[in-house]
């Protein structure tokens, strides 16, 4: 599979929640099985996507690779609270300013979140290896984060 299909791939099921969500039809608890699997080998991919763009020698992978592992928890973390919040606001059935005042709150707080870990991990690897290898880097996820943001903004429909 080539590197762009894979990062479309990644992006469009990064965005899938973890775990069912309570209340869910037993098909839909199924459903939502195969996409954590599918999520879990999607990560895997990625990590490859990374390894094959990201020229390191042995040395600096030593030192990159746990990083990348920090950053990953860390964003997947903030992508599963954006998964919970794009949920809620699919499952709303009649949207109120107030809950539309606090949906938006936490979808600017997410990308003040994603703002300092970007920063964070950017400064952390720049530390650790060349800052050339470490922009790299960022541009690596950037490019799949934005495939991530389309397939969001594709998906979403616009608040009533």
Known sequence: MNKTLLSAALAAVLVLPLA??????????????????????????KRAVVAA????????????????DDYQRE????????SRMVLEYVNTREMTDLHAKKLAEEALAIEREEARLHEKYFKRLARAIPATLAARYMQIESKIEALYRYDLARTIPLAD
């Open 20 to 45: 069912p969500a309570q209340g869910q039809a037993p098909d839909a608890q199924a459903e939502a099985a195969k996409v954590a699997a599918l999520r879990e080998k999607l990560r895997t991919d």
């Open 75 to 82: 964003w997947r973390a903030l992508q599963d609270r954006r």
């Open 53 to 68: 763009n990201m020229p390191l020698n042995d040395a600096q992978a030593k030192k990159f690779w746990p990083i990348y």
